[in-house]
């Protein structure tokens, strides 16, 4: 099994192509999925086969060479490996530095709220979370001793899925919500049954339609309207505070559980650190 931060995914490779075209790359493996950094061949040698932002399928690994087949067109061919990135759950990049990642985000069919996470290329274990807005924002994502996450430390998060689950109901702080991972318009939809589920938007959002009793519940019960992801974040900020105070902790505890309630600040955040160097 391969690790990237609290996010654990297979790392099979097929080993030889089956004769389909784009229908058998719809059930794969995130980790058999990579997406082109730069044109190969370049224009100087010949007409690309493959071009910037496209998402391919991993047919087959060498050391320098890895066979593919595009999820747009269906065609195979062999690219070098220092031209692609793997991703993971269609948001998450591996490898990439922050230049490539504005070039990937200011690609044809992202819109506004398009992102990407990438792992930081100097220190593995470190992530940052790029989206687009009038310009490309990057924002840093730290981590805790206990392996949660964060972009501002009021809003921890078990793993980075809840924490781009919670950024896409609420922009909370950020330059705008998530809306789409980025270069996701440029392929078909894919079938996400053995995958990480998709990201889903939620607009008009009232909170005071909502019973408290669901904001801190952490079961994952599909005729809540509060994300798993939110639900859960909510819960680990209430168990993170209480702990910082244990005086508080004590007088908690006469107190019924039914008065523990998390409000959301009128105003964004002001304490989310801006990655202008990672």
């Known amino acids: 099994m391969w690790r990237m931060g609290n996010l654990m995914r297979g790392a099979r490779i097929s080993e030889k192509a089956d004769t389909g075209t784009t229908e058998r790359s719809l059930k794969e493996s995130d980790g058999d999925i990579v997406v082109v950094l730069q044109d190969y061949p370049t224009p100087e040698i010949s007409e690309p086969i493959y071009r910037i932002g496209e998402k391919l399928k991993v047919v087959a690994q060498d050391v320098y060479w890895w066979r593919v087949c595009s999820l747009q067109t269906g065609k195979e061919n062999y690219i070098p490996n220092s ?5 993971f759950h269609g948001w998450l990049f591996e490898g990439i530095e922050r230049q490539k990642a504005e070039e990937l985000l200011c690609l044809p069919g992202n819109r506004v709220g ?3 996470l990438r792992e930081s290329t100097k220190e593995r274990g470190l992530y940052s979370l790029a989206v687009k807005h009038r310009t490309v924002k990057h924002y ?4 805790l001793d206990n392996s949660w996450y964060y972009i501002s430390p009021r809003l921890t998060f078990q793993c980075l899925e809840d924490l781009v689950n919670h950024y896409s ?3 909370d702080g950020l330059c705008c919500a998530l809306t789409s991972p980025c270069l996701s318009a440029t392929i078909p939809s894919l ?3 053995n995958g990480a589920p998709p990201v889903v938007m939620r607009r008009n959002f009232d909170w005071k339609k909502v019973d408290r009793s669901q904001l801190v519940s952490t079961e994952s019960c599909s005729d809540n309207i509060v994300s798993f992801g939110v639900r859960n974040s909510i819960a680990a900020y209430l168990s993170f505070s209480e702990s910082q105070n244990p005086s508080r902790t004590k007088a908690n505890s006469r107190k019924k559980k039914s008065k523990s309630v998390y409000a959301l600040p009128d105003s964004g955040l002001g304490n989310i650190d801006y990655d202008d160097d990672f």
Do not use: G
């Open 83 to 87: 031209h692609v990135a793997k991703v």
């Open 114 to 116: 398009s992102f990407l």
């Open 140 to 143: 840093r994502i730290f981590r």
């Open 169 to 171: 109901d609420f922009a």
């Open 191 to 193: 079938d996400t049954s």
